[in-house]
């Protein structure tokens, strides 16, 4: 995991920082995470996951890369453990500026209830992820911006 401001790449923002705005990281052991995230969903509680993957074969995937880059926010936590590949999740820090973080193998995260957000994949467009849910699994996007007409 690595991350910095979206703007000014060379300002590192640290566990420490992300920690300051409710984001969580937890390095995982991938050569036995199991007991590991049992204690983390445990602790937390989730109580479901799945996994995605998102590849070059994956149908639609610029669609779909278009809309997991809209700002948007849940009314639940975002976790992801990445299981293989890399991804970037850019979220607004208290004076909205975008901070990315990158997130590879071994790195989960969680971003909080209510925090804007967005979701890209680098150039390689590879990330297998599991997802972790206190509920059943769903992903309903709030997207920013988009008030309804009238
Ligand atoms: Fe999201």
């Known amino acids: 995991m690595r991350s910095y401001y979206y703007d000014t790449p060379e300002k590192i923002v ?11 990281y937890f390095p ?8 590991q995230l049992n204690n983390i969903c445990e602790t937390r509680g989730y109580k479901n996951r ?15 890369l278009k809309i997991f880059f809209e700002e948007h926010l849940h009314d639940d936590e975002e976790i992801r453990f990445i299981l293989d590949g890399c991804g970037f999740f850019d979220v607004r820090d208290g004076n909205d500026q975008w901070i990315r973080i990158r997130v590879e193998k071994g790195d989960l995260i969680i971003v909080p209830a209510n925090m804007y957000h967005r979701f890209a994949l680098d150039e390689n467009r590879y990330v297998h992820a599991m997802r972790l849910f206190t509920d059943a699994p769903k992903w309903v996007p709030i997207n920013r911006n988009k008030v309804a007409a009238n």
């Open 28 to 35: 995982m052991n991938m050569e036995g995470y199991v007991e």
């Open 50 to 64: 799945d996994e995605v993957k998102l590849n070059k074969d994956t149908p639609n995937l610029e669609d779909k």
């Open 14 to 24: 640290s566990v420490e920082d992300l920690k300051a705005i409710n984001i969580l």
